[in-house]
């Protein structure tokens, strides 16, 4: 069965740092990019970033809102998934989910379009930044 | 960033009914256009990628259509476990963003 599972929320003061985990089976961990969304309480979801895979650089994106705080690492070895938060705030506050990102492409008109989209996600891990 | 605005931000309907909701992009996103379920303490559940590609295992009350910058969700006959939070997701260039979701609720 395809799984991913997140670990490592909780309570953490403003300014704390954590890291969370995501681990993942039931398919090749390496063969893919992997991305982390939030929902904080009330919200809708957003997109925190994003991993590539090493066939294609093994680089990483981030939203502007945790650029710099926040930092995406996998482990192919471990088939697994990390979010390590730095100087996190309150609206930081919210769950956490890893998700597993696939694409293709279609030739049209010319030229090839990329299609992309989260196809497995995680049930997250809720993270409460308080005092 | 582009931005996606859904509407309506929730609605009530009854079982049997067949509603339709929208996603609007801020600028065209060539069918870069994915549908996600939510429900409160389950994973996210993709339910369309690229605007109208149903995925496996989704059943074929749902589907979607649009292009350029306006897409529409269908779910048609309505059933007891498709009450939830649908969000749509461009993926035509990063950051992805999402609409602000829309709740389906029963009448």
């Known amino acids: 069965e395809v799984q991913l599972v997140e670990s490592g929320g909780g309570l953490v003061q403003p300014g704390g740092s954590l890291r969370l985990s995501c681990a993942a089976s039931?398919?090749?961990?390496?063969?893919?990019?992997m991305d982390w969304v939030r929902q904080a309480p009330g919200k809708g979801l957003e997109w925190l970033g994003r991993?590539?895979?090493?066939?294609?650089?093994?680089?990483?994106e981030y939203a502007a809102s945790v650029k710099g705080r926040f930092t995406i690492s996998r482990d192919d070895s471990k088939n697994s998934l990390y979010l390590q938060m730095n100087g996190l705030k309150t609206e930081d506050t919210a769950v956490y989910y890893c998700?597993?990102?696939?694409?293709?492409?279609?030739?049209?008109?010319?030229?090839?379009?990329?299609?992309?989209?989260?196809?497995?996600w995680g049930k997250g891990t809720t993270v409460t930044v308080s005092s | 960033d582009i931005q996606m605005t859904q509407s309506p931000s929730a609605l009530s309907a009854s079982v049997g009914d067949s509603v339709s909701f929208t996603c609007r992009a801020s600028q065209s996103i060539s069918n870069c256009l994915n549908w996600y379920q939510l429900k409160p303490g389950k994973a996210p559940k993709l339910l369309l990628s690229n605007a109208a590609t149903l995925q496996s295992g989704v059943p074929s009350r749902f589907s979607g259509s649009g292009s350029g910058t306006d897409y529409t969700l269908t779910i048609s006959s309505l059933q007891p476990e498709d009450f939830a939070t649908y969000y749509c997701q461009q993926s035509y260039y990063t950051p992805w963003t999402f609409g602000q979701g829309t709740k389906v609720e029963i009448k």
């Open positions: 039931g398919f090749t961990f390496s063969d893919h990019y």
């Open positions: 991993t590539r895979n090493k066939p294609n650089s093994d680089t990483t």
């Open positions: 998700a597993r990102e696939k694409s293709y492409s279609q030739y049209s008109s010319g030229w090839y379009v990329y299609y992309y989209y989260m196809d497995v």
